[in-house]
């Protein structure tokens, strides 16, 4: 029953649009879920797709415009006249609206919103872009259902059937004072087992969860999901109800979130698909890598201090790698399930406690990986027993050292309020590089003398 | 507004339980939030947690118990006798029970489903049992509003009332034939502002999104997100509706999915937290680093067949950390970006036009990384300038064959079947730097002839 989109597909609409036929299109496209016209918007090259953009009815594609990825969608705006990006926002929420102008260019805005014929839409646009985007008020929509505590369900059941036509869901009708203060709220539930005559301040639920404009995104996203929560009112600084998250916002906020984290994770500094251009993926791959690089100086001019050890002790340098490639797994293992830990704000208990724990962790990882390595490097390298002995202390004071540094720096960062997902991928391989190097040489000429 | 425990908190309940103090602990608890509940329970030890879920009204606790993690969970049911926990899933929606069922032993759980007093729910949750969980049927719930074409808009209001005591969230109301086969959908606010006397077959919705028992739970996060769904009604292989998936079960999902492809993409190969106990951590942190370890070995081998070069060409030695490090980290760039297309289902085009797309990145990459390396290795490190160009050579070499490696191993598995997360993290950093160290000294071995 999915909608498939097939190359066969995609060719008879291009001939189509070549041959201007606009009775064609419509009748074929106009059934189309909004989901399946962005996908096949993002499969047109940028003139076919505007030319269905203007075709097709504003209630549609003003929602696939919303489903398309940002680069998409501003190639197709980039040819619409502002009274025609006026007619697409016109049929969005709010909230969309607010985040398609946001994207615009400063003198276009203006004209845009000019061109928007209901007022009321275009005030509440304006009022949303205040907003930070990352905050409740960037992610909130104007649309919702309120009512007064003094009103009757009969009255309620009246003014809410009015209001709920702007409304796409109605998940909660809040209930508000005179003075417009946020007091409770009513599910569609409520009022229709209600008795007709009884007031709203009789039946209504005066417990309500809610956030103020100011709250970040990703606590919003943390209270509604704990709370499982598909909607949360939101309010400004005096308490008054101004607008609403809904769960599909922060859905998309959870993902966008948890991708930032995996490519940050991967090295990677900007948000990038498999499908941008070479310098956009250039551009967010490379400075990770300008920071390696500077790492691997540092490790080249390292080992260059150890050079002495070359002539006795040739077999320490083959190890480089080996001891290099521990330290940055270990540190990336210990960095990821901190910021895990800080992310689902589940890491209880003191620094201390945690680093003792990751102490001992480490130690009992390392002393097995010791005893392989020892055993191994003796019958399969041949290796004599006070290198082995060497190289095996060297592995556990680094894997300690990783495991110290991959936990201790993110939850420093967090605790200075910088964002600790900086602390892991190449930052923490590259600097555990250079302390495991440096502690398995300081080791071996303890332990070998050179 | 949002509810914050403390330390003084606990205490204070902690002395409240010694004291078996039940009145002062009920008054205190009972206008509680079941996501606050469950983090109370969480920082009691497993006496006190289970005191509080005997003493407090199932209503709350089930929907506690259900927040807490896998482990607490565990540890309280164990104190629970089967009429006990009986009363818990007498009061959760069937998809949840279902789930907690199926954690308790085989024969505890035939005691369980005997002592549910409610019938049909009982039978319910033994029909879920029979899906695999990260099916649409492991994940669905059996309560839903359904009503059948025939009837009218009163008639059906009449009926609605009823089922949707048992329904937490109306999200649509699903129209059904008189077998029972879904052929449409209502929202709550097309019931409202329908005149009385018309029938459901003049006002549904025939265009409806399901998804079959069988279907994955990726599939049904997909389709969910794709088409902004909030619930969607799952039907078994003769079209018959048999329960819905919720937005709240999916959010849940995508987390648990994302945050295990982090843990993997961090060499973490089984579900922990950071407050897992040390054994747990070290199984799930130790395969990796053993894959690492055996990696190491390998690179030991390479380096020492190339130990004649040593006498003239120390230096060359010296730069290994740096290329095993940008070959680790391109790797993981590549295949990040890979998998991240893969996930998103947006990675379109041929494989040949993404690997050449991928060695024109690189070598752009390769080409600017080159130029800093041998500009900074001549006047900071005083390398010559033949040294240098070789080891700028092999630097471009070694990202674009980590690049490829990193592009083409995910997409392989990928077809092949096999999670394709398993190509980043650690094995791509192996591979990379084993591969990367070879072609390294090869091409040393060319220019400077050792």
Same mark, same amino acid.
């Given at each position: 029953?999915?909608?498939?989109?097939t190359e066969?597909f995609?060719?008879?609409?291009?001939?189509?649009?070549?041959?201007?036929?606009?009775?064609? &299109?419509?009748?074929l496209?106009?059934?189309?879920?909004?989901?399946?016209?962005?996908?096949?918007?993002?499969?047109l090259?940028?003139?076919?797709?505007?030319?269905?953009?203007?075709?097709?009815?504003?209630?549609?594609?003003?929602?696939?415009?919303?489903?398309?990825?940002?680069?998409?969608?501003?190639?197709?705006?980039?040819?619409? *006249?502002?009274?025609?990006?006026?007619d697409?926002?016109?049929?969005?929420?709010?909230?969309?609206?607010?985040? @398609?102008?946001?994207? &615009?260019?400063?003198d276009i805005?203006?004209?845009?919103?000019?061109?928007?014929?209901?007022?009321?839409?275009?005030?509440?646009?304006?009022?949303?872009l205040?907003?930070?985007?990352?905050?409740?008020?960037?992610?909130?929509?104007?649309?919702?259902?309120? %009512?007064?505590?003094?009103?009757?369900?009969?009255?309620?059941?009246?003014?809410?059937?009015?209001?709920?036509?702007?409304?796409?869901?109605v998940? *909660?009708?809040?209930?508000?004072?005179?003075?417009g203060?946020l007091?409770?709220r009513?599910?569609l539930?409520? &009022?229709?087992?209600?008795?007709?005559?009884s007031?709203?301040?009789?039946?209504?639920?005066?417990? =309500?969860?809610y =956030?103020?404009?100011?709250?970040?995104?990703?606590? %919003?996203?943390?209270?509604?999901?704990?709370?499982?929560?598909?909607?949360i009112?939101?309010?400004?600084?005096?308490?008054?109800?101004?607008?609403?998250?809904?769960?599909?916002?922060?859905?998309?906020?959870?993902?966008?979130?948890?991708?930032?984290?995996?490519?940050?994770?991967?090295? @990677?500094?900007?948000?990038?698909e498999a499908?941008?251009?070479?310098?956009?993926l250039t551009?967010?791959?490379?400075?990770?890598?300008?920071?390696?690089?500077i790492g691997?100086?540092?490790?080249?001019?390292v080992?260059?201090t150890?050079?002495?050890?070359?002539?006795?002790?040739?077999?320490?340098?083959?190890?480089v790698?080996?001891?290099a490639?521990?330290?940055?797994?270990?540190?990336?293992?210990?960095?990821?399930?901190?910021?895990?830990?800080?992310?689902?704000?589940?890491?209880?208990?003191?620094?201390?406690? +945690?680093?003792i724990?990751? %102490?001992? $962790?480490?130690?009992?990882?390392?002393?097995? $990986? *010791?005893?392989?390595?020892?055993?191994?490097?003796?019958?399969?390298?041949?290796?004599?027993?006070?290198?082995?002995?060497?190289?095996?202390?060297? $592995?556990?004071? =680094?894997?300690?050292?990783a495991?110290?540094?991959g936990?201790?720096v993110?939850?420093?960062?967090?605790? +200075?309020?910088?964002d600790?997902?900086m602390?892991?991928?190449?930052?923490?391989t590259? *600097?555990?590089?250079?302390?495991?190097?440096?502690?398995?040489?300081?080791?071996a000429?303890?332990?070998?003398?050179?």
């Amino acid at each position: 029953m999915q909608f498939q989109l097939t190359e066969v597909f995609i060719e008879q609409i291009e001939q189509l649009i070549s041959e201007d036929n606009r009775t064609a &299109l419509t009748e074929l496209l106009q059934e189309f879920h909004f989901a399946d016209v962005a996908e096949l918007l993002e499969e047109l090259n940028t003139e076919d797709a505007t030319y269905l953009v203007k075709l097709l009815d504003s209630e549609i594609t003003s929602e696939a415009l919303m489903e398309l990825d940002d680069d998409s969608r501003e190639r197709i705006l980039d040819n619409l *006249s502002p009274s025609e990006i006026a007619d697409e926002l016109e049929e969005m929420d709010t909230d969309d609206a607010a985040d @398609i102008i946001a994207e &615009l260019d400063d003198d276009i805005q203006k004209q845009v919103i000019d061109h928007i014929e209901d007022e009321e839409h275009a005030a509440d646009i304006v009022d949303l872009l205040r907003y930070d985007e990352d905050t409740a008020g960037g992610l909130m929509a104007k649309e919702l259902v309120r %009512v007064k505590e003094t009103w009757t369900v009969a009255g309620c059941v009246r003014e809410m059937r009015r209001q709920a036509e702007n409304v796409t869901r109605v998940h *909660s009708i809040y209930v508000t004072d005179k003075q417009g203060k946020l007091k409770g709220r009513l599910s569609l539930k409520d &009022l229709l087992t209600a008795p007709e005559k009884s007031h709203i301040s009789d039946i209504y639920i005066p417990k =309500v969860d809610y =956030v103020n404009v100011h709250t970040e995104g990703e606590e %919003v996203a943390r209270i509604m999901q704990k709370y499982d929560l598909e909607a949360i009112p939101v309010v400004d600084d005096n308490g008054i109800l101004v607008g609403r998250v809904t769960i599909d916002d922060i859905v998309d906020f959870i993902k966008e979130e948890a991708e930032k984290d995996y490519q940050m994770a991967a090295g @990677i500094s900007e948000d990038v698909e498999a499908d941008d251009s070479i310098w956009q993926l250039t551009r967010a791959r490379l400075p990770w890598l300008i920071l390696a690089l500077i790492g691997g100086f540092v490790s080249v001019s390292v080992l260059g201090t150890f050079s002495g050890a070359m002539a006795d002790h040739a077999a320490l340098f083959f190890f480089v790698p080996l001891i290099a490639a521990m330290a940055g797994n270990v540190g990336v293992q210990s960095s990821a399930i901190v910021l895990q830990g800080l992310a689902n704000d589940s890491l209880k208990g003191s620094l201390f406690k +945690r680093l003792i724990k990751e %102490v001992l $962790l480490s130690l009992l990882n390392g002393l097995i $990986l *010791s005893i392989i390595l020892v055993v191994g490097g003796m019958f399969l390298l041949g290796l004599d027993l006070l290198f082995g002995v060497t190289i095996a202390i060297s $592995l556990i004071s =680094v894997i300690v050292t990783a495991a110290l540094i991959g936990t201790f720096v993110p939850i420093m960062l967090d605790k +200075r309020g910088i964002d600790p997902a900086m602390a892991t991928g190449p930052f923490i391989t590259t *600097s555990n590089d250079i302390c495991g190097i440096l502690i398995y040489f300081t080791i071996a000429k303890l332990i070998l003398g050179f």
